[in-house]
């Protein structure tokens, strides 16, 4: 398994720009925990952000980090429980042809994608996996026009 380290897919020329297209339903941790989500722990805070996805995916948000990630959807209010739509943020991703590991920044937690899955980087240190399909269906490609 490739053990990815000091990731940092600006530099990477196989790397492109994609944004996400998903709209989310959101609920706010009450007290710590940790969510098991298909690519491995995401460990949360009171206020961090419970994401349910629009493919049945699960993950957590820092609650520093979601506001700019997501804008509520009416009638929800923002910082409520309730749907959200995923700002039009340009992310960096890689598909991978093997299986790998990458060190989400949130938690420490380490996350694993199977071969075919892609390696995100949504800022700085700031990194995920979404499998194959999902992200088929969730991100869209930055022209490069």
Same mark, same amino acid.
């Given at each position: @398994?490739?053990?990815?380290?000091n990731?940092?897919?600006?530099?990477?020329?196989?790397? =492109?720009?994609?944004?996400?297209?998903?709209? *989310?339903?959101?609920?706010?941790?009450?007290?710590?925990? =940790?969510?098991?989500?298909?690519?491995?722990p995401? +460990?949360?805070?009171?206020?961090?952000?419970?994401?349910?996805?629009?493919?049945?995916?699960?993950w957590?948000?820092? +609650?520093?980090r979601?506001?700019?990630?997501?804008?509520?959807?009416?009638?929800? *209010? &923002?910082?409520?429980?309730?749907?959200? +739509?995923?700002?039009?943020? &340009?992310?960096?991703?890689?598909?991978?042809?093997?299986?790998?590991?990458?060190?989400?920044s949130?938690?420490?937690d380490?996350?694993?994608?199977?071969?075919?899955?892609?390696?995100?980087?949504?800022?700085?240190?700031?990194?995920?996996?979404?499998?194959?399909?999902?992200? @088929?269906? *969730?991100?869209?490609?930055?022209?490069?026009?």
């Open positions: @398994m490739l053990e990815l380290r990731i940092d897919l600006t530099t990477d020329p196989l790397a =492109e720009r994609y944004v996400k297209t998903e709209i *989310v339903t959101v609920a706010f941790a009450r007290q710590a925990g =940790e969510l098991a989500s298909l690519e491995g995401n +460990r949360y805070q009171p206020g961090d952000a419970l994401i349910s996805g629009s493919t049945g995916s699960r957590s948000v820092a +609650r520093q979601f506001d700019a990630k997501y804008e509520a959807i009416l009638p929800t *209010v &923002a910082g409520e429980d309730g749907r959200y +739509r995923a700002r039009p943020i &340009a992310i960096l991703a890689k598909q991978l042809a093997e299986a790998f590991s990458a060190e989400r949130a938690g420490g380490v996350l694993h994608g199977s071969p075919g899955d892609w390696l995100l980087q949504y800022g700085p240190e700031d990194f995920g996996v979404a499998e194959q399909s999902r992200f @088929m269906q *969730v991100y869209e490609k930055i022209s490069s026009h």
